[in-house]
């Protein structure tokens, strides 16, 4: 049997014995996942936003963020996709998803710290851990 089961403590829920594998819980796990053409989710390359401090990625649809102004259109990306950032060892650290896109920038949606189409230029730009971001394009399901 799959799944949580929760405690109550007071008004709090905790919840423990998860029975799950680490891609579910490991965002580095995630992105090896969903990025891996052979589970059927994502189409094509990978899309790398790299900054200064990190680099480009052979077999990656590289973009420097700053050429993100230039213009998104040749990079296949639409909400929904699925954002990793990453550290500057190349691992992610961070899972978001697309919530917008247009001719000119791409925008993210994440709960960490709560965000809705926060720039993911911005995100890059204001330095801290995260170093780029690899963005895993997610087969359409027709509606499904």
Same mark, same amino acid.
Request: charged fraction near 25%.
């Given at each position: 049997?799959? %799944? !949580?089961? *929760? =405690?109550?403590? %007071?008004?709090?829920? &905790?919840?423990?014995? !998860? #029975? =799950?594998?680490?891609? !579910?819980?490991?965002? $580095?796990?995630?992105?090896?996942?969903?990025?891996?053409?052979?589970?059927?989710?994502?189409?094509? *390359?990978?899309?790398?936003? &790299?900054?200064?401090?990190?680099?480009?990625?052979? %077999?990656?649809?590289?973009?420097?963020?700053?050429?993100?102004?230039?213009?998104?259109?040749?990079? %296949?990306?639409?909400?929904?996709?699925?954002?990793?950032?990453?550290?500057? *060892?190349?691992?992610?650290?961070?899972?978001? /998803?697309?919530?917008? /896109?247009? #001719?000119?920038?791409?925008? &993210?949606?994440?709960? =960490? =710290?709560?965000?809705?189409?926060? $720039?993911?230029?911005?995100?890059? #730009?204001?330095?801290? *851990?995260?170093?780029?971001? &690899?963005?895993?394009?997610?087969?359409?399901?027709?509606?499904?």
């Amino acid at each position: 049997m799959g %799944g !949580w089961s *929760e =405690t109550g403590k %007071g008004d709090a829920k &905790y919840f423990k014995e !998860w #029975d =799950t594998t680490t891609t !579910w819980i490991r965002v $580095s796990d995630q992105y090896e996942y969903f990025s891996d053409l052979s589970n059927g989710y994502a189409v094509g *390359e990978v899309v790398n936003v &790299y900054t200064n401090s990190s680099q480009k990625n052979a %077999g990656m649809k590289n973009v420097a963020v700053n050429d993100l102004s230039k213009g998104t259109e040749g990079l %296949g990306v639409q909400p929904g996709d699925l954002v990793f950032f990453y550290n500057d *060892e190349g691992k992610a650290h961070h899972a978001a /998803v697309v919530s917008g /896109v247009t #001719d000119d920038k791409i925008n &993210y949606a994440a709960n =960490t =710290t709560r965000r809705f189409d926060q $720039s993911l230029k911005a995100a890059l #730009d204001a330095g801290g *851990e995260s170093k780029g971001a &690899y963005i895993v394009r997610l087969k359409s399901r027709g509606g499904v």
